[in-house]
């Protein structure tokens, strides 16, 4: 599904080339979930921007269902990724203003979806994640586990293949993360691949493989 | 302490560059407007108040009605000034105004000029109005037939050699065949800009020739200098009893009215008002003034107009002070829990506004001595940026940064200052941008003003459209005319034959009459019956025309023939118009008699005149009068020839026709002009209006944008969390510029409603003033709000699509 060639990214400072990532090759398969790890600063959540196409890399190959990535143009990467892959993020990044109803709905807005069907839509995934009692909350009205179940009701309403998690439990104290962790289990379990950014060792283990980065570089 | 609060006001100016750009540059638009009116303004309202009597000096207005239309004149009869100052003692003293000759022809070295600013007055003028001698004596300079006293440039002009004294010396005016010498016996410094009369030459009174002690025919401008305490309203009351006494015992000699009574009640009208005289400038619509008027509503307009965009102006300063309240905060935040007390944050936040106010009113001085000479042009003023610094102006001037300083920077620093400390320095400042209902109430008011600008620039200009292109019952195109053709004398018929013989000019007219506003006009009253009485007379204008004016003017007739060579009494025949031929009701006018007093006998006698022919209507006034009665007839002699010119070369053709002229008449003046140049002239206020409702709409449009640029600005500064969740969710550059775009945009409609009833209820007021005018259309709305949105949308958007594009991953980081 993903396949990582000798990839580099750098930024420039002065006449001095600092390297983010260096020589990252990586394979994944559909249906695996997969931890990386490494400390502040290694480029953990680079290579998962790089993977989630936001963010840009300098040398070589990145493929994604047999699209070569490197060679598409910004608006087929972004239709790419708005079809494939979904995003959790570790600050759960609702939009303040919208109810979890809309915050759900607002990637069903960008795919043109009618409103009958994104109504269907947006209403069983309430109902998959227990929330139906809070769609006409604001997001400020919830608890941080709470926030990011809706976070992940928003990445999966697609019906996303991938699912690319920076530290999704990073806010969260310890039985909501369980909690989250083990939604994502079951998410894998359904079929869904998951990249996970994470700190910790034991939500890691949720992964069926861990890679380790250090300076931005893959430890074997 | 003060010193520290401009030391932190200075740095954040310097620190936010865009930002202060926006604020100074906005407010120094704002305040040179402000300043270019206010000198405009001071200057409308200062007219005649140089007089030291100027309290007390009322004119005499006459309103008249005759069967014919409504006379609204500044002149009465000759008798009323000393009549009133024989009768009343309220009366201090009188002085008339004669301008019905116009132009004179003064002699200077072998050749003459023509000088429009002459007139004859009283020797009382200089009693009355306060012209101060240069040398002689002014109170009885004019008591002598065959004197004049000039002014100090005029002096210079024809005497330029004569550094010491010109009392005593002579002005030389032509009139016909005739030089007469008039002794200068004082020369008086120019009259002001700001006066209602403008003359440089002024002669003896006497040396009119004049049916004197006519109480009925309205000639002269007559002022009253009203002794000190005197109410004028008051003193009108008496105005009947002088009818009673005079004016209608002497009507009574002609016309058979048994009293005022019958009079009015038939329909008719004499009355006579008192106007002072520092009203006579900007609030007389009365016809025949000696200088255009001004117009207290584009007075009130124009202040009006100038306050709103400062106040756009300011309402940028506020809007972008309060939505960048969230970069502010974090200091608030820290300075108040450094023990900042809230007054004193106040105080810095209005020092930071006063300092910007002042910067930008120094930028405005200097743009408004930049744009002074252009506005002059446009508004026919010669101010001074010197006189910013008159005793008027000047404590408004230093006051300025201070009120503007107070009014756009307290609300921002009461904004500011209230932060919570814990809130903001717990990083939750979004709170700064959002949910500002008066901010979206101050962007529509901006908008509004804008649109309501457009609208008004747009009906102005419709309806000068209208003007130029309506059809006018005569063709002013290709129409030449030679003023001044009384100095040819007796050449003036060889004059006239030897230009038809050249080639390019298809017919040519001898008349001094014109159909436009600014010519000459005659009033007379006709009868319809052989004995005047109320009811079968009518008061018309009477044309002395030629055989070739109605060929000429490209009029048509409706019934009936024009003058003609063929037909050798035409000298008692008469043309009418079809409003007249209404007026008199008469179904079938060719034939019918009209009677009108002999040219030389007044009232007493009545010649009978038979009516040949009928013109089709035309506009020989402004069209923002309704048409009146008209008659034509005929005369040879006349001070204007009007050629109606064919040829392509009509600079050559002028050279021609000078170059004749010189041999004709020489050293005297040639000048000419072309019709449809003085057809516009009788609209240039409303040109002028215009062109500064143009200017003010731009400058307020152009305002209400940059203030909406930095509220984009920040909104999408404020906002690149959000537009990064929703450009990773799926949206496409297109969705995130309508999410920033939206909003304005709706709000900018909102500002569309709210303009179009007042933009549609004021202009409709305005159009009113003309008899013929445009439909207000749904059009000129619709063009004005679509205008508006797009140009908000343009300003809007190039910030949005710049937040748009922009790489969400840097946004979203989370540390």
């Known amino acids: ?220 | 302490m003060i010193k520290n609060y401009f030391k932190i006001a200075f740095r954040n100016l310097w620190k936010n560059k865009g930002y202060s750009a926006i604020n100074i540059f906005g407010l120094a638009i704002g305040l040179a407007t402000c300043l270019l009116i206010t000198l405009y303004v001071t200057n409308e309202l200062s007219y005649d108040q140089y007089n030291k009597n100027a309290k007390n000096i009322y004119r005499i207005n006459s309103d008249l009605k005759f069967n014919g239309p409504d006379l609204h004149m500044t002149q009465t009869s000759d008798m009323m000034g000393q009549t009133l100052k024989k009768d009343y003692p309220q009366v201090a003293e009188f002085t008339r105004i004669y301008a019905n000759e116009g132009d004179k022809l003064i002699k200077k070295g072998s050749d003459f000029i023509t000088e429009k600013r002459a007139a004859f007055v009283d020797s009382t003028f200089f009693t009355v109005f306060t012209l101060p001698a240069i040398e002689g004596d002014t109170r009885t300079a004019l008591n002598q037939p065959n004197t004049v006293v000039i002014t100090e440039s005029t002096a210079k002009k024809y005497f330029p050699q004569d550094a010491v004294s010109v009392l005593g010396k002579n002005i030389d005016v032509k009139n016909g065949e005739t030089t007469t010498p008039f002794k200068i016996t004082a020369v008086i410094k120019d009259i002001p800009d700001n006066s209602h009369f403008k003359f440089d030459f002024l002669f003896s009174m006497k040396n009119v020739d004049y049916r004197w002690g006519d109480f009925t025919s309205h000639n002269f401008n007559t002022y009253l200098l009203l002794k000190p305490g005197t109410d004028y309203k008051a003193f009108e009351k008496n105005f009947p009893t002088y009818i009673d006494k005079y004016v209608l015992p002497f009507a009574q000699q002609f016309i058979k009215i048994a009293s005022m009574e019958e009079f009015r009640k038939s329909g008719n009208k004499l009355e006579y008002s008192l106007m002072p005289i520092t009203k006579i400038h900007l609030y007389s619509d009365y016809a025949f003034e000696l200088t255009p008027s001004g117009n207290i509503q584009y007075v009130y307009i124009f202040s009006a107009v100038a306050l709103f965009i400062l106040i756009l102006a300011c309402i940028n300063f506020m809007n972008l002070s309060t939505a960048r309240s969230a970069k502010r905060a974090k200091e608030v935040g820290i300075r108040k829990v450094l023990g900042t007390e809230r007054k004193t944050l106040i105080a810095q936040f209005l020092v930071e506004s006063t300092v910007t106010a002042a910067i930008s009113l120094l930028i405005a001085i200097l743009i408004a001595f930049f744009i002074l000479p252009l506005f002059n042009d446009v508004a026919a003023k010669s101010l001074s940026i010197r006189d910013l610094l008159g005793a008027k102006i000047l404590p408004f001037l230093i006051l300025l940064p201070f009120i503007v300083g107070l009014l756009a920077g307290s609300y921002p620093a009461l904004y500011l200052s209230a932060f919570k400390p814990i809130k903001v320095l717990k990083g939750n400042t979004n709170a700064g941008f959002r949910k500002s209902n008066l901010r979206n109430v101050l962007v529509i008011f901006q908008f509004a003003t804008s649109i309501m600008l457009i609208i008004g620039t747009i009906v102005v200009f419709s309806q000068l459209r209208y003007i130029q292109t309506k059809k006018l019952g005569f063709n002013k195109d290709q129409v030449l005319i030679i003023d001044g053709t009384r100095a040819l004398n007796k050449n003036i018929q060889a004059f006239k034959n030897e230009v038809l013989a050249m080639p390019g000019v298809s017919s040519g007219t001898i008349s001094s009459y014109l159909p436009v506003d600014n010519s000459s006009h005659s009033n007379n009253t006709f009868s319809k019956e052989a004995v005047m009485t109320t009811a079968s007379s009518i008061n018309m204008q009477t044309w002395r025309v030629d055989y070739d004016y109605i060929t000429t003017m490209g009029m048509e007739m409706a019934a009936g023939r024009n003058f003609s060579k063929d037909f050798g009494g035409d000298s008692s025949a008469i043309l009418i118009t079809e409003t007249t031929a209404k007026l008199l009701g008469f179904d079938e006018p060719v034939g019918k008699m009209l009677y009108a007093p002999f040219d030389n006998t007044g009232y007493k006698e009545l010649a009978p005149l038979q009516i040949i022919g009928v013109i089709k209507d035309f506009h020989f006034e402004s069209l923002k009068q309704k048409l009146g009665p008209l008659c034509m007839r005929l005369g040879t002699r006349g001070d204007i020839a009007s050629f109606k010119v064919t040829a392509a070369d009509t600079k050559g053709l002028v050279s021609q026709i000078e170059n004749k002229w010189k041999t004709l008449a020489p050293g005297m003046p040639f000048s000419y002009r072309f019709l449809d140049e003085s057809f516009d002239d009788m609209y240039r206020s409303e040109q002028r209006a215009g062109t500064i409702a143009i200017v003010f709409a731009i400058l307020a449009v152009f305002i209400a944008c940059l203030g909406l640029f930095g509220l984009v600005t920040y909104m999408a500064e404020q906002r690149t969390k959000e537009i990064g969740i929703r450009k990773v969710l799926g949206a496409s550059v297109g969705n995130v510029v309508t999410l920033l775009s939206k909003d304005f945009l709706l709000l900018v409609m909102v500002a569309a409603v709210i303009a179009f009833p007042v933009a549609w209820w004021a202009m409709n007021k305005w159009i009113r003033d003309f008899e013929y005018r445009i439909n207000i259309s749904v059009w000129i709305f619709v063009m004005a709000g679509l205008a508006a949105l797009l140009i908000a949308l343009i300003t809007v958007s190039f910030q949005a699509i710049k937040a748009a594009i922009a790489n969400p991953v840097k946004s979203l980081r989370t540390e």
Not at chain 1, 135 to 147: E, I, N, V
């Open chain 1, 1 to 220: 599904m993903i396949e990582l060639k000798g990839i580099y990214k750098w930024v420039n400072t002065g006449s001095n080339r600092t390297f983010i990532l260096k020589d990252i090759n990586l394979s994944i398969k559909e249906g695996e979930f997969i931890s990386i790890m490494g400390p502040s600063g290694s480029g953990k959540s680079t290579v998962l921007n790089i993977i989630g196409m936001l963010d840009e890399f300098n040398e070589r190959e990145y493929h994604f269902l047999h699209e070569s990535v490197h060679q598409l143009k910004e608006k087929q990467r972004a239709a790419l990724y708005k079809q494939y892959i979904g995003f959790v993020f570790q600050a759960y990044h609702l939009i303040d203003e919208l109810t979890v109803y809309e915050n759900i709905e607002t990637p069903l807005i960008y795919q043109d979806i009618k409103t009958a069907e994104r109504k269907a839509m947006v209403a069983d995934m309430l109902d998959r994640f227990n929330i139906v009692g809070k769609k006409d909350l604001f997001p400020a009205q919830l608890s941080g586990g709470q926030q990011q179940l809706v976070g992940i009701a928003r990445a999966l309403i697609s019906n996303p293949k991938l699912i690319l998690a920076d530290e999704p439990t990073g806010n969260l104290n310890s039985k909501q993360g369980e909690e989250i962790m083990n939604l994502f289990s079951e998410l894998n379990k359904e079929g869904v691949t998951i990249i996970q950014v994470t700190h910790s060792e034991k939500n890691a283990a949720y992964g069926s493989r861990i890679v380790h980065l250090l300076d931005g570089r893959i430890e074997h």
